[in-house]
């Protein structure tokens, strides 16, 4: 099992730019969670599908993200028009629905806004 | 809303000693509990869970963490840490059914353990 697999590893953009981040579940995994890690504001929660239906987004700043989980095996998150304050490690998790609610994460992707 | 505190932002052991790193949870019910590790550069890996029963649970390289819910705590220990442990530690709940499975993270405990 490769586990949960996020590319880019690194990106780096420059202001106003767009940046795209994949992540690839654990298959047969149908819950996938996307989370934001930096410094100051530790780790938070972003957006969550399950089936690749959007089921919580309360996380996601409402303007210039976005996520979708167009199928079952990658789910992107998109940063229009990205500032530096964007920069920070973007986690995925993935995990089994049905009972089983510990999520596994992959790497990261570190997104840095110059 | 629920929250998560790890009080304790550095711990430094020595190899060999025993480990405690605490986590306080704030929530109206009993939430589902974890422990994850962030080595450098890598994702968060799972040690352990809590979801009900037995409030000491085991996990993986010999962690344990013991549940309270009187105390609202959720403790990581190790009876013997290695230099190999050093690494972040977070504390995280879930609220699980129809609240959601979102995770809501402490701020984590970076353990330093001395050769």
């Known amino acids: 099992n490769a586990g949960v697999i996020q590319t880019p590893r690194h990106k780096v953009t420059g202001k106003g730019q767009e940046a795209t981040l994949w992540c690839e579940p654990i298959?047969?995994?149908?819950?996938v969670f996307w989370y934001r890690q930096t410094i100051v504001q530790g780790l938070e929660f972003l957006t969550y599908?399950?089936?690749?239906?959007?089921?919580?987004d309360s996380g996601m700043p409402k303007e210039r993200f976005s996520a979708q989980m167009p199928n079952q095996s990658h789910s992107t998150l998109k940063i229009q028009s990205t500032q530096p304050q964007d920069s920070a490690v973007y986690l995925c998790?993935?995990?089994?629905?049905?009972?089983?609610?510990?999520?596994?994460f992959g790497p990261g992707t570190r997104l840095t806004v110059l | 809303a629920q929250s998560v505190t790890q009080p304790d932002a550095r711990v430094t052991v020595s190899e060999g000693a025993s480990l405690q790193l605490r986590c306080k949870y704030s929530?109206?019910?009993?939430?589902?509990l974890f422990w994850y590790v962030q080595y450098p550069r890598q994702g968060l890996q799972l040690l352990l869970k809590?979801?009900?029963?037995?409030?000491v649970v085991q996990g993986v390289n010999s962690f344990e963490a013991e549940f309270s819910k009187s105390n609202s705590s959720f403790h990581l220990q190790k009876a013997s840490v290695h230099w190999s442990d050093s690494a972040v530690y977070f504390c995280?709940?879930?609220?699980?059914?129809?609240?959601?499975?979102?995770?809501?993270f402490g701020t984590g405990t970076s353990l330093l353990v001395d050769p």
């Open positions: 998790a993935s995990s089994l629905t049905g009972g089983s609610y510990e999520q596994y």
């Open positions: 298959s047969g995994h149908s819950a």
């Open positions: 599908f399950r089936n690749q239906a959007p089921i919580d």
């Open positions: 929530y109206s019910a009993t939430p589902y």
């Open positions: 809590y979801y009900s029963g037995d409030p």
């Open positions: 995280a709940l879930s609220m699980g059914g129809n609240m959601g499975y979102k995770l809501t």
